[in-house]
């Protein structure tokens, strides 16, 4: 797991998705509802849809493709027994966010043969 820093807190808006594209990953999203927050991959567990384009209300995330519903910040489907939201590790320390990213596997020169 590798440490990275995200944004500041005040950075992040409230109740819509902050999107934070990263190299060779799908992205995160985090979402803020007042003190606390959560961080998922960029993607909604059904059929993929990029969860920067859903919808927060009330605590309830909701992805646009097909309208299933994930309870933040658990990221628990509420809709079937499909698998949560893939949450993402967050730390805050003092005004800053970092996330615990895997690190991709590094390449093997012999891979290409
Ligand atoms: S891809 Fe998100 S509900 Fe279908």
């Given at each position: 797991m590798k440490k990275r820093f995200l944004c500041t807190f005040q950075q992040l808006k409230e109740n819509s998705p902050n999107l934070f594209p990263i190299p060779q990953h799908p992205g995160v999203v985090v979402f803020k509802n007042g003190e606390e927050v959560a961080v998922y991959?960029?993607?909604?567990?059904?059929?993929?849809?990029?969860?920067?384009?859903a919808r927060f209300h009330k605590g309830v995330i909701t992805c646009l493709w097909h309208g299933w519903k994930f309870r933040f910040?658990?990221?628990?489907?509420?809709?079937?027994?499909?698998?949560a939201l893939r949450k993402i590790p967050v730390e805050i320390q003092e005004n800053y966010v970092f996330i615990m990213l895997e690190e991709a596997p590094e390449k093997h020169p012999d891979d290409d043969h």
């Open positions: 991959e960029n993607r909604c567990p059904h059929a993929g849809a990029p969860l920067d384009a910040p658990s990221g628990i489907c509420m809709t079937d027994d499909t698998p």
